[in-house]
């Protein structure tokens, strides 16, 4: 039944939005003919009218609440009935539907093992989820990703926004396809140079040289630019002290309970881990270090899961995305996992990432979420898989929603313009036919996606990439 409405609501909305838009008020509102395919809702004016809304403030969600969008902003929200709409409006019958904002995606690489810029299937499958706008947080190919921004914002490519990142920053001893910054000189140099090339963000990775990061995160803040983490050679105490904006990971890339760690080296970490008391002061001294430094941890649960084999693996929407080589790399991988499981790869290791960051959480830390694309963890399915794995963990679908809107545009210093189903806002939100709250996983389901203030078929975006992930583009 909600398949057919789905159908049928579509089908009304293209004829709709073709009558109504010559008696609207005149628009600013544009879609290129590259995007046009893609688009299931377009008008001046749309009432998304009588559905349960999440705000994106972690409050309980509102229902029998109706959106009116104006162009490309919120610029109504009341209960049903109460909304004076503009003659020509648009109005979609949303009863029992769930509206919450686009998801903002603080760990989204465009980038995928064997494929460095995938500025085909990448952009499609984040949009096509409900994820609006998303932090690269580190690049293969930071120039093509720049470029991909702009394409983007000219609606030459449909996909969300994006803030990209400057190549990768590591040290001796780390990835050799990654920069790594000798001097002060070299660090500021490039730093500056990659800010006025269009990168938003610095990502320092694990071999990082700790005299150096300082360097980067002094200079990034300089330019009124951020920097974050995948760390090994500097602890988290470390980074937050030094200034770092936002650490990868959390717990499970965290070396502070590492005994005798010599200062600048990347050791293993996950043996310290496994026995540490998670009610301990050693825990509840980093997160208060943490939260008092205003540090973000980015959860990455989708990704994390994959390496454990007890956990569920690919689903059947991610298989059929992969190309057939992809196919056979994720089944071979699938083999080893459970041919010579890490030794850590334990439920009570899983537990234990899971409750260091509640607890981080739960103290007034900020939390937003990314699914860092790789393995089978595809962009857009595993920010989706993020949200269920939220809702396991304990936090209400009010609080998952938060973390991963709101909290992500406050991180990326724009708060005060999306993450938030508030009037002014730009419209950027999502459909879920039925109620989160009872069903996390119909966000899979989720049947138009507004990116300022246009509607977007996830259907029309997953049949492009059909097969595609993992080939060249
Ligand atoms: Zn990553």
């Known amino acids: 039944m909600k398949v057919l409405a789905t159908l049928s609501l579509s089908i009304f909305l293209i004829s709709c939005a073709a009558q109504t838009t010559s008696e609207a008020p005149l628009s600013p509102l544009k879609i290129t003919e590259n995007l046009k395919p893609y688009v299931s809702v377009f008008s001046p004016n749309i009432l998304l009218d009588n559905a349960l809304v999440f705000v994106g403030d972690g409050k309980t969600p509102l229902p029998n609440y109706s959106v009116l969008i104006s162009d490309e902003r919120i610029a109504k929200i009341g209960p049903v009935g109460t909304i004076t709409a503009p003659k020509g409006t648009t109005v979609i019958d949303l009863d029992g539907h769930t509206i919450m904002p686009g998801i903002v995606g603080l760990h989204n690489h465009i980038h995928m093992p064997g494929v460095r810029l995938m500025k085909y299937t990448a952009p499609r499958l984040y949009l096509a989820a409900g994820v609006t706008t998303v932090q690269t947080t580190g690049s293969a190919d930071a120039s093509g990703e720049i470029e991909l921004a702009r394409l983007i914002d000219t609606g ?6 994006l803030f990209p990142t400057a190549p990768y920053i590591t040290g001796p001893g780390g990835n050799a396809v990654m920069d790594s910054p000798l001097t002060e000189t070299e660090a500021r140099s490039f730093v500056r140079t990659w800010a006025e ?40 105490r470390e980074a937050a002290i030094m200034g770092i904006d936002s650490i990868e990971h959390d717990f499970d890339a965290a070396t502070d309970f590492v005994k005798d760690k010599p200062v600048g080296k990347c050791v293993r970490s996950r043996g310290s881990k496994v026995n540490l008391d998670m009610n301990g002061q050693e825990i509840a001294d980093l997160i208060q270090t943490l939260v008092e430094e205003n540090v973000t941890l980015t959860s990455t649960l989708a990704i994390l899961e994959s390496g454990f084999a007890f956990r569920p693996q690919a689903d059947a929407r991610a298989l059929s995305a992969m190309s057939p080589e992809s196919l056979e790399r994720y089944k071979a991988r699938q083999l080893r996992l459970i041919e010579s499981p890490s030794l850590t790869s334990t439920p009570d290791y899983w537990s234990r990432i899971v409750k ?8 007034g830390g900020h939390l937003v979420a990314g699914p860092d694309t790789g393995r089978h963890v595809l962009p857009g399915f595993g920010d989706q898989r993020n949200f269920e794995l939220f809702v396991e963990s304990g936090y209400s679908v009010s609080q998952a929603i938060q973390i991963m809107t709101h909290n992500g545009a406050k991180t990326l210093g724009v708060g005060e313009d999306i993450g938030l189903i508030k009037k002014g806002y730009q419209a950027d939100l999502i459909i879920i036919p039925g109620d989160l709250t009872l069903d996390p996983s119909a966000l899979k389901s989720t049947s138009i996606v507004f990116k300022k203030g246009v509607g977007f078929d996830p259907q029309k975006l997953l049949t492009d990439v059909k097969g595609k992930v993992g080939l060249p583009e």
Not at 206 to 220: L, Y
């Open 197 to 236: 090339n269009g990168a938003t963000w610095f990502k320092l990775y694990r071999h990082t040289d700790p005299d150096i990061a300082k360097v980067i995160i002094d200079e990034a803040h300089s330019l009124n630019l951020k920097v974050t983490g995948h760390l090994c050679s500097i602890t988290f």
């Open 356 to 363: 260091f960051e509640r607890q981080f959480f739960a103290e």
């Open 156 to 161: 030459d490519v449909p996909g969300p926004t």
